[in-house]
Nanobody, 121 residues
């Protein structure tokens, strides 16, 4: 119930672009915020970008102007368009959903399994 399925990761050269997608599967009533976190090797997981159900967005300073988060509420899907990628963006990217309500139960948060983004020089 309310599983998050990510796609779109892979290998890209520096300066290139990738688009990540994350769909919340199952019978879902509402999702508050959706977003993306990332964790690079040897580092803590950090927020990349988040979008509220109303469309308000917030970005990490390191990705402002390069990444764009968007959301399709009807499809319970969130996207992350990543442009001008650098080696510093190499990480496992995790999809996140906050306050998910379903017919069975409510979840304070849900996480995807992660998708690897590797930027080569």
């Amino acid at each position: 119930q309310a599983q998050l399925e990510e796609s779109g990761g892979g290998l890209v050269q520096a300066g290139g672009s990738l688009r990540l997608s994350c769909a919340a599967r199952g019978s879902i009533f509402t999702i508050n915020a959706m977003g993306w976190y990332r964790q690079a090797p040897g580092k803590q997981r950090e927020l990349v970008a988040v979008v509220s159900s109303g469309g308000s967005t917030n970005y990490a300073d390191s990705v402002k102007g390069r990444f764009t988060i968007s959301r399709d509420n009807a499809e319970n899907t969130v996207y992350l368009q990543m442009n001008s990628l650098s080696k510093e963006d190499t990480a496992v990217y995790y999809c996140y959903a906050k306050s998910v309500t379903t017919p069975v139960r409510n979840y304070p948060e849900r996480w995807g399994q992660g998708t690897l983004v590797t930027v080569s020089s």
